[in-house]
């Protein structure tokens, strides 16, 4: 069996990276892959605060792991990036960041910040009077675009929690459901970025009310936001099925968010970590519909996008089709660049773990007895490993066996389910007994205790 | 006196004179008391189980003051024959003389240092002063302390085995419950003990008391023993004093019981290390010694959940014992106690764990579920009684008739208009 693996891994290989797209010539690189992530690529996916804030999380994180090739690249494009828009809290920090090690271009430009400082107080000013000159007239309609103005405006500067006030102030100056919707479309847009992931869900809820307005980019966005508040929530089940939900429709349209290969990636692990086996094929279906899709609306779009929805895919087919140790594997490989994905990051490991524990358990499912050396093999781990493992998986419950350490066997065990009535059964009446006795004891005291206060009163 | 002494003989022996008995003595008490221990001549002229009223009476003077060693010594024998011998029907017409001649009696046997003399007689007077078998009388506890002093534990447990519905005062029923779990645990009977903690610490009071506070202790310390584990939250009948302060009060205990549920025996030893003057000041070192043993069968015992054979060598390494030898007197101990069900092959130094062999097919098992049947049936009877009782209690009835004012006077009322008080 083993000798068949080899081939067919091989062939999914190949069958990757045909997907990338036949016109291209050249193998196209995955972007999220075994090798070091390219940077650059990974950053042209996404937009607006997301781009700098996940350049700044993979630089932190390459701090932390001493790449500073990586670190100093994103760094690079952080402050390129920053210099484009009006934050200069940002600014500062990335400047202090770099500290000089990328020469003389990347320094602290005081006087940029101060122009921009300039022209942001000035603005205030002037949407502040602006908003007064509104609140007097009482236009609702122009109240609200002054505190979206304003919303947009603490946004730009990195005033997130000015900002989030400000949106949801318009609320009350919403007259149109397509108010409501933009409304709830930038609370979730800042919430997100706060961090503050039950607004999400709240909003997300709030927005999903008005059916009227929704249209179909939209309810994708909106799904996604679900997907990741959920993720967040570590409710993995659900926020699967979110991310699974979302439709082709998204394409580009959220990347100040999310890029689809996000989608792909969070909805496949959580997949593969949280659904039964059923739930598992429609998940492979979906992303292969999705890869098609769009394969055919975007192909004008950048190279490397499909790449990693297929290895996603194939990680899942392994899995479903008992490929455990190259499945496995094959996610150890990802692992290093999937942890410098700023939402995935602090749930990676527990859904490793997840991911693992469900290979276990689904090999041990149909049989009734194993052989621990041949399933150490198949896991590529040792036996004592194994042993200890699977200890853990039964004394949870979740699989029904026993260990024969001498032998090194494992057996399915069922348990007798007349004996074990019996036993609850006698249980029950020892506690009835118990539990009565001591009862009507009780009321014995407290008729002697009002007895007592009656004969006090009298 | 001798006037008395003749009264006494010719009125014992018809019931129907006994009252007047009765207001003879009870004119003649004070001189009695008077005359105090030099009456201890007039017992040898009279029968205790003939004259058990007059005898009651003269005893009770006698023993009314304090005693010396020596007369306490005179008295104790006699006093012992009378609880064995002396009368239902005459006791009961003055329960508390008799109550308070028993409980001086004990306190006499605990002065001689021979609290084994007063486990029999106790015994025979519980027997004579209870209305039923349910009912619990203020000589129970006192029963139980001798027991307890003498460690006679088997005769405690033969009352201990009678279930209490009626309780005379609420002070008896705690002490009772108390210095039982103490005897059910000196017997090893964890489950006993249990219920018996139970009921102290969730008995209604109005204020912490002392017993309640060292049962606390104790039911920790059994309830780890017997189920591996302890909740620090108390029932919702339990009263609100005893909900907001025993935990306080026990503190140390409550650190034990959490380092057990880790399941490493190492940090149990070091908290139990810790307290241990606290722990032996209670006189509950026994019992923390007992917890870690019942920690190392705990450990084995899900080992047999897991595995169906392994080696001596592996169960000492998951259950941090030291040797593969004393994993074998482990088990081997638990298999003589019946714990787990597992046979040992020393050749190749393995354990396989069987199942439990108790198919519920024997005869014997059968006789166990019908009677289970039958008791709780009973109980269920005795409960649906007390409802009954209740919806008749006057007290119950204006209380509730109090709150019907509430209701239109035309609607249909069950509670009869004169108990709108």
């Known amino acids: ?458 | 006196m001798e006037v008395l002494v003749v009264n006494i003989q010719g009125l014992s022996t018809n019931p129907g004179d006994l009252p007047n008995l009765h207001n003879i003595l009870k004119q003649a008490h004070d001189s009695l008391h008077a005359e105090s221990i030099r009456l201890l001549p007039l017992l040898d002229m009279l029968d205790p189980s003939l004259h058990s009223l007059g005898y009651l009476y003269i005893l009770e003077a006698c023993t009314s003051s304090a005693l010396s060693k020596e007369q306490a010594s005179a008295v104790v024998l006699p006093t012992a024959r009378f609880m064995n011998s002396c009368s239902k029907e005459q006791i009961q017409l003055a329960p508390e003389k008799f109550i308070s001649v028993c409980k001086r009696f004990k306190d006499y046997v605990m002065q001689l240092e021979a609290p084994m003399r007063g486990v029999a007689p106790m015994l025979a007077a519980i027997r004579k002063i209870q209305s039923s078998s349910e009912h619990l009388t203020p000589l129970h506890p006192e029963f139980l302390v001798l027991c307890l002093l003498s460690k006679c534990y088997k005769a405690g447990l033969s009352i201990l085995d009678e279930d209490i519905f009626e309780v005379d005062q609420p002070k008896d029923l705690l002490l009772y419950c108390y210095y039982g779990g103490m005897i059910c645990i000196g017997e090893k009977r964890f489950r006993k003990a249990l219920e018996l903690l139970h009921n102290v610490v969730t008995a209604p009071m109005s204020v912490i008391t002392a017993i309640a506070v060292e049962a606390y202790k104790k039911y920790i310390l059994v309830s780890l023993i017997h189920n591996g584990q302890f909740s620090t939250s108390l029932p919702k009948y339990t009263s609100s004093v005893a909900q907001r302060n025993l935990k306080n009060i026990c503190q140390p205990y409550i650190e034990l019981a959490n380092s057990y549920t880790t399941g490493k025996i190492a940090d149990f030893e070091t908290v139990a290390q810790k307290y241990q003057e606290k722990f032996d000041n209670d006189n509950n070192l026994g019992l923390v010694k007992q917890a870690i043993s019942s920690m190392y069968k705990r450990n084995i015992q899900r080992l047999t959940q897991t595995y169906l054979t392994l080696s001596l060598q592996d169960i000492a390494n998951s259950v941090q014992l030291n040797s593969a030898k004393e994993a074998e007197m482990h088990v081997l101990q638990m298999i003589q106690d019946g714990e787990i069900f597992a046979t040992i092959n020393q050749k190749d130094g393995m354990v396989s764990f069987l199942e439990d062999p108790e198919q519920y097919k024997s005869c014997g098992m059968i006789e166990r579920i019908d009677s289970s049947i039958q008791r709780i049936m009973a109980l269920s009877r005795k409960l649906t009684t007390m409802n009954e009782n209740i919806s008749c209690d006057p007290m119950y009835l204006a209380k509730v008739g109090r709150e019907r004012q509430r209701f239109d006077f035309d609607d249909y009322d069950p509670v009869p208009q004169r108990f709108n008080i």
Not at chain 1, 201 to 219: F, R
Not at chain 1, 277 to 290: D, N, P
Not at chain 1, 293 to 317: A, G, M, S, T
Not at chain 1, 389 to 415: G, W
């Open chain 1, 1 to 458: 069996m083993d000798a068949d693996d080899e081939t067919t891994a091989a062939m999914i290989d190949d069958e990757i990276y045909a997907n990338g797209g036949g016109e291209d010539e050249k193998r196209n690189r995955p972007i999220i892959s075994g090798e070091p992530l390219d940077v650059e690529a990974y950053a042209s996916l996404y937009g607006g605060r997301t781009k700098i804030s996940r350049l700044l999380f993979i630089a932190e994180q390459s701090r932390g792991c001493r790449n500073e090739a990586m670190e100093l690249e994103a760094l690079r494009m952080a402050y390129d990036e920053v210099k484009k828009g009006e934050n200069t809290q940002w600014f500062r920090d990335v400047a202090q960041k770099i500290d000089g090690r990328l020469g003389p271009e990347y320094q602290m430009d005081l006087a940029w910040c101060e122009s921009v400082d300039r022209r942001a107080e000035q603005k205030r000013e002037k949407l502040e009077n602006e908003l007064n000159a509104y609140r007097t007239n009482l236009i609702k309609e122009s109240i609200r675009m002054g505190y979206n103005d304003f919303g947009d405006f603490h946004y730009s500067h990195g005033q997130l929690g000015d900002a989030f006030k400000n949106y949801v102030r318009t609320r009350d100056y919403c007259t149109t459901s397509k108010h409501i919707v933009h409304m709830c479309m930038c609370s979730i847009l800042v919430s997100i970025e706060m961090g503050q992931f039950t607004h999400v869900a709240s909003y997300v809820s709030k927005a999903e009310q008005t059916q009227e307005a929704l249209d179909p980019i939209t309810v994708a966005k909106l799904r996604c936001a679900a997907g990741l508040a959920n993720l967040e929530a570590k409710k993995y089940k659900l926020a699967a099925r979110k991310f699974l939900d979302t439709g082709h429709e998204l394409g580009n349209n959220y990347n100040e968010v999310i890029a689809p290969q996000d989608i792909a990636t969070y909805g496949g692990l959580c997949a593969l970590a949280s659904f039964d086996r059923a739930e598992l094929k429609a998940c492979i279906l979906i992303l292969l519909f999705f890869v098609f899709w769009n394969k055919v609306i975007d192909n004008l779009n950048f190279r490397n996008f499909l790449e990693l929805v297929p290895e996603i895919r194939e990680v899942i087919n392994d899995f479903y089709s008992s490929r455990y140790a190259s499945c496995l594997d094959y996610l150890g490989n990802l692992k290093a660049n999937l942890l410098l994905d700023i939402h995935l990051h602090d749930h990676l490991e527990t859904l490793y773990d997840q991911i693992r524990n469900k290979a276990l358990i689904q090999y041990t499912h149909p049989f009734v007895s194993v052989d621990l050396n041949m399933m150490a093999n198949a896991f590529k781990t040792d036996v004592a490993g194994l042993e200890k493992e699977l200890e853990a998986l039964i004394t949870d419950n979740q699989v029904q066996a026993r260990i024969d350490s001498h032998n090194k066997i494992l057996y399915a065990r069922h348990a007798d389910q007349r004996n074990a009535t019996f036993q609850r059964a006698l249980q029950t009446g020892n506690e009835f007994d118990r539990d009565v006795k001591s009862m009507l004891l009780r009321i014995n005291l407290f008729k002697h205790e009002s007895n007592q206060k009656q004969s006090k009163k009298s």
